[in-house]
């Protein structure tokens, strides 16, 4: 209270006229209730700033739960069933990683992250998680990567999973046996939707879904009201920007259909999350910034009568100034140094604790682990309107599991417990296991009727069935034929004038074609990030409108154009703004919700191809996991194509890097005839055959005269396999050796031009091939190399590359816009001579002519290098190379372009 001189000693107000106050504030309390009491302080602090009080600002609430104890819901469960039920889970769980270590040492797995988040879940389980059922659509779950041995051992309580699912964690081979170490659709195409085990991916993804369902919603396509999409997140993960990196849009759009849980035991692997700090606090700041609603749940209710008897705060004072790696410090010591430490620190709060035995103060428990703190939270967050909620749970890393790793730092990799801590483990949550039993570390499941089983079972039937399940939707979409009139247009096909196009045009004519498709259209959901005017795009605005939640409150300075920015409440384009990894999320979103939602929907996300694989490759690698479906478009494609914007923006390298994901099939196009059936292929194989698969397409923005689709046999298969002739040349004599000239995209054409200057000036005949795909040529090579590898004595498959280059003698040249690691992946298949061009090295600002010299994949390089083949086959004098270079004008003292 008040120190000698009666003055108050944190204001430095007279200690009778704070009472005064104090008691003011009570009054008020009593007679008008807390949200009058709110409006009056409000009141006095606009008062106070007018009168140029200027309050430091704080986002924080005390260190204390959000909802006081008095406003707690009533537990609507039997807690003593449920506390036998997360025991169980807890057990296996612990089981299952702690055997996979002892049979096959080092196959890893955590058993800490689970066990501080184990109540957070059960009570989720039992009374939250809604699933799919023929009324539901179900709640999308984002479950926290490292915490999956829970969720496997939740399922095999259920007996979705059993013993040998167990026994298999982490070992997939052969496959359908074993337990994905982590949330993997790729690996378990039943059991999970969302793979969150890259940390900070699941957070935005889990933000861009939860408007994905509102799209859905206010497009008319699907009642997604009464779906939530939960996110549950470690404390750690939260420092991942993309974590926190969209929290706004998700309060911008009042995204109250989405839940997050943070589980804040404090720590993540290698220590402390905020040793010095307050990690909740941060948090807490952060999100009631963003305009989020935030719940703390940091005490149990063992604390609720001290908080009741700390009249004067000094106890909540006390929780405030503590910093967590001192909590951390409290959770390994004994009830005495709690006592002296903690509560010691000021009289009047040690008196408070006199009551209580050092056993019992080793026992008060932290919020996230009260089932009944947290059933309040949940019940608060799932009634919360107009806003998202994060709810914050102080926990404990490998609660329970005393000394093998409760709180310490090692408890995040900890997989082995001595038998002790097992026996331990087993007595704290009563598991019927004898000692004689207990070093064979057994799974335990209750009888089938016992009522543990019963009320488990009862309470997923009520809620609609089990989370999580994936259970993709059989449905198959009528897609357009080639022969469509949308791959029919102008530029495209047969008939075409020959008129001056680029790729990306054409990929604006095919989906302006596309969303007016009958079956296909309104399932189209092209996604863009502010660069639509730089793809020629605009037009989409006004044909489909631009989603809004809002509608459009204003009116657009350019509405009396034909191609206006239209936002409608139903628009059918996603413009996310600046922002490739949102739009990567809502691409996943979209191109699962074939497995989500139970409806096919078709993204197209057209975007500035340097920020993509580079910039959000792992968001990419997670579509694939995720059994995305989709296009990606790369426009401005091409280190030389996009040639003004320079270094940071020409890409040449997204092919090589598409090439690393499994379930890509990417795709270089030089013609627009080749694009129209290269998407024609995709949708088929995606929407009509149901593949889950999705494509990259690099597209440019350089016009040049477009053929007509020429007749040549096999060509379409050819587009689709990567690689068919486009035109020959005679040569002067009947020589043996051809240049054979691969091309890509645009560069197609520097092989064109090549052909042309080894016939004119040096009656040198050649082919001409076009390459639409390097990766989906080695992917076609190396699967039959694996089938003939293992199959010695049988008839050997020929890959596409063979059949083709059957009898083919070279040499081959192979130029594109890209780095050379590109064609050169093709090379074991190569029958002869091959040399590659590409434009390794950085970009630059200059004329599309001097960079393609530059880079040397120019039409005369070309040749060049077709001459330099020829004379290492033996077809041309290799000493008429010097003058071969000064005939095409080549500098041979030309800078090395990787080091330029
Ligand atoms: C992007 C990424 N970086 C690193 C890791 C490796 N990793 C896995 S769990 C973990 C610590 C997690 O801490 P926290 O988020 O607090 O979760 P907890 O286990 O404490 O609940 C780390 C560093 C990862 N999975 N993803
Ligand atoms: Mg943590």
Redesign the pocket.
């Known amino acids: 209270m008040a120190d000698g001189a009666g003055q108050d000693q944190t204001s430095g107000i007279d200690s009778d006229e704070m009472n005064e106050w104090l008691d003011s504030l009570e009054d008020v309390l009593q007679r008008y209730g807390p949200e009058r009491l709110g409006e009056l302080l409000i009141h006095l602090q606009e008062r106070a700033y007018q009168r140029g009080v200027h309050l430091p600002f704080t986002a924080n609430t005390p260190y204390i739960n959000t909802i006081h104890h008095s406003d707690q819901v009533r537990f609507p469960g039997d807690l003593a069933l449920e506390r036998r039920i997360k025991s169980i889970v807890r057990w296996n769980a612990m089981a299952m990683v702690v055997r996979g270590n002892k049979n096959f040492d080092g196959i890893g797995g ?1 058993i ?2 689970f066990a ?2 184990a109540t957070l879940y059960e009570v989720a389980q039992n009374h939250f998680f809604r699933g799919r059922s023929k009324h539901h659509i179900g709640d999308m779950v984002y479950f ?3 915490a999956s041995p829970g969720m496997y051992a939740r399922a095999y309580v259920e007996g979705r999973l059993d013993e040998s699912h167990l026994e298999n964690f982490r070992r997939e081979l052969p496959s359908g046996v074993g337990l994905s170490s982590y949330p993997h659709p790729w690996l378990m195409p039943n059991f999970w939707q969302f793979p969150t ?4 991916l699941g957070p935005i993804c889990s933000i861009y879904h939860a408007r994905f369902l509102r799209y859905m919603e206010h497009r008319g396509l699907l009642d997604t009201s009464k779906s939530r999409v939960w996110a549950f ?5 939260c420092d ?1 920007p993309e974590s926190l990196g969209a929290l706004t849009l998700a309060s911008r759009e009042k995204l109250d259909n989405l839940t997050w849980v943070i ?1 804040c ?1 404090l ?3 290698d220590g402390p ?1 905020r040793g010095n700090g307050k990690i909740i606090q941060e948090l807490e700041a952060a999100f009631r910034g963003a305009g989020w609603n935030v719940i703390k749940v940091i005490w149990g209710g063992d604390w609720d009568p001290l908080l009741n008897a700390d009249e004067d705060g000094k106890l909540v004072k006390r929780m405030g100034e503590v910093v967590d790696g001192q909590y951390q410090k409290y959770t390994v010591e004994s009830g005495e140094y709690i006592r002296n430490h903690f509560f010691g620190a000021d009289p009047d709060v040690l008196k408070m604790v006199e009551h209580l035995s050092d056993e019992m103060m080793q026992k008060i428990r932290r919020g996230g682990h009260d089932p009944e703190k947290v059933y309040t939270a949940y019940h608060a967050a799932v009634n919360h309107k107009g806003a998202p909620t994060v709810i914050l749970a102080k926990t404990v ?1 490998g609660y329970g599991l005393g000394e093998a790793g409760e709180g310490r730092n090692i408890a ?1 990799n900890t997989k082995k417990i001595n038998e002790e801590e097992l026996r331990n483990f087993r007595t704290k949550f009563a598991i019927p296991i004898s000692d004689d039993d207990i070093d064979n570390i057994p799974f335990y499941k209750p009888a089938e009727d016992s009522p543990e089983m019963v009320y488990l079972r009862q309470r997923r039937e009520a809620l609609g069935g089990f989370v999580p399940e994936r259970t993709p939707t059989d449905e198959r979409l009528e897609v357009p034929a080639l022969e469509d009139r949308i791959f029919q247009a102008k530029g495209l096909m047969p008939g075409s004038d020959g008129d001056d196009g680029s790729t990306t045009g054409t990929l604006g004519q095919i989906l302006r074609g596309l969303v007016r498709h009958k079956e296909c259209g309104e399932r189209l959901v092209p996604i863009i990030p502010d660069e639509a005017r730089t793809f020629g795009m605009e037009d989409l605005f006004k044909q489909v409108g631009i989603y809004s939640s809002k509608g459009q409150l204003y009116e657009p300075v350019d509405r009396s154009t034909m191609q206006y920015y239209k936002e409608a409440k139903d628009g059918q384009l996603l413009e996310e703004g600046i922002n490739e990894a949102g739009a990567m999320s809502s691409f996943i979103a979209a191109g699962a919700a074939y497995a989500n939602l139970g409806t096919n929907m078709i993204p197209f996300y057209v975007y500035y191809s340097m920020f993509g694989f580079q910039r959000v490759g792992d968001l990419i690698w997670c579509a694939a996991d995720t059994r995305c479906k989709g296009f990606l478009c790369g426009g401005t494609s091409g280190r030389t194509t996009l040639n003004g914007e320079g270094l940071q923006h020409e890409d040449g390298h997204s092919q090589l890097m598409a090439t690393t994901v499994p379930t890509l099939r990417a795709y270089d196009p030089a013609w627009g005839y080749e694009l129209a059936v290269i998407v024609q292929e995709g949708l088929r194989r995606m929407y009509a055959e149901g593949e889950e698969i999705f494509y990259y397409l690099s597209v440019y923005n350089e016009a040049y005269p477009q053929p007509a689709f020429p007749e040549i046999d096999g060509i379409e298969d050819g587009i689709i396999k990567g690689m068919y002739r486009y035109s020959s040349t005679d040569s002067s004599d009947g020589q043996e050796h051809r240049p054979q000239l691969l091309g890509s995209g645009p560069i197609l054409r520097s092989a064109l031009t090549a052909q042309q200057i080894l016939k004119d000036n040096y009656g040198i005949g050649s082919d001409v091939w076009s390459v639409t795909s390097y990766s989906e040529l080695r992917r076609d090579a190396m699967a039959c190399q694996h089938w003939n590898d293992l199959h010695p004595t049988e008839a050997r498959q020929t890959s596409h590359l063979e059949f083709i280059l059957e009898n083919v003698k070279g040499p081959f040249i192979s130029t594109s816009d890209n780095v050379r690691l590109v064609a050169d992946q093709i090379r074991e298949w190569i029958p002869g001579e091959y040399i590659v061009l590409g434009t390794d090295g950085f970009g630059r600002s200059e004329t599309r002519e001097e960079l393609r010299r530059h880079f040397r994949i120019d039409g005369e390089c070309t040749a060049f290098a077709a001459l330099q083949g020829m004379s290492r086959v033996g077809a041309f004098d290799a000493a008429a190379l010097p003058e071969a270079l000064k005939q095409l004008r080549i500098d041979s003292d030309a800078v090395f372009p990787i080091d330029a």
Do not use: P
């Open positions: 955590h800490s992250t501080s988040s926290q990567g490292h085990v890259s940390m900070g997140l470690g404390d750690g993960e991942e589980n035991n720590q993540r692997l999350v890393k995040h």
